[in-house]
């Protein structure tokens, strides 16, 4: 038993309460500049997505940013739903492995022919 006298409960390591996710952006968000600047290779038969990282459900945190709360504008503007069959396999993370698949990912849907944005 633990040190607190409380029997674990079979639950995910408190590390690993991270998550990555992946937003679909309304195609339009191909008429912003810096996002066509951020996306030279892309093609256009793959959806335009933002990839993030959280240490909120995948699904509030896709909330915060509609509502405009600590959000990026990209998702606020033209976020369309979570594409969770892009991410749901490596969740949950810890911190850092978090950190490093949000980049990972991104590299990865960019060489896929997605139009990535990363904050």
């Not at 995910?12 to 679909?24: D, G, I, N, T, W």
């Not at 959806?47 to 993030?52: I, K, M, R, T």
Request: glycine share 8%.
């Amino acid at each position: 038993m633990p040190a607190s006298g409380k029997a674990r409960t079979g639950a995910r390591p408190k590390a690993h309460r991270y998550y990555v996710y992946v937003v679909e952006l309304a195609d339009t968000v191909w008429n912003e500049a810096r996002f066509r600047r951020a996306n030279p290779d892309y093609r256009f038969a793959k959806p335009c997505v933002y990839v993030g990282m959280t240490g909120l459900d995948p699904d509030l945190r896709f909330d915060r940013h509609k509502a405009g709360i600590q959000s990026n504008r990209f998702v606020r503007d033209y976020g369309l739903r979570l594409m969770p069959e892009l991410y749901e396999v490596f969740n949950p993370l810890p911190y850092d492995g978090a950190r490093d698949m949000e980049v990972e990912l991104g590299i990865g849907l960019r060489e896929a022919g997605y139009a990535v944005w990363q904050a």
